[in-house]
């Protein structure tokens, strides 16, 4: 009964997503730092090849994410659906 839950569903999803954001800023910053300092050390480089990293896997959990949003929103059109069909035969029956 629980378009409260679903909702709550969404908000964590929304909430992860803007965290996410969050960390791909960083990674945009530190990667223009990088670029204006010119560093090529080996240092510089290991850092930049983890951040790639990180973007991918970031990249993966937004496609998590998004498949499990439209779960919870076609979810919630079904039993919206339902109730208005429920509703149609209650006010049929009256």
Do not use: F
Request: charged letters at 35%.
């Amino acid at each position: 009964m629980s378009y409260s839950q679903d909702m709550d569903h969404l908000m964590v999803l929304r909430d992860k997503i803007a965290q996410l954001r969050k960390e791909i800023a960083e990674i945009q910053r530190s990667n223009e730092q990088l670029r204006r300092e010119g560093s090529n050390g080996a240092d510089a480089q290991l850092a930049c090849v983890k951040r790639n990293e990180r973007l991918q896997a970031i990249q993966q959990e937004l496609v998590q994410l998004a498949d499990l949003g439209r779960k919870v929103v076609s979810t919630e059109q079904l039993r919206e659906k339902h109730r208005n069909r429920l509703h149609l035969v209650n006010k049929r029956a009256s």
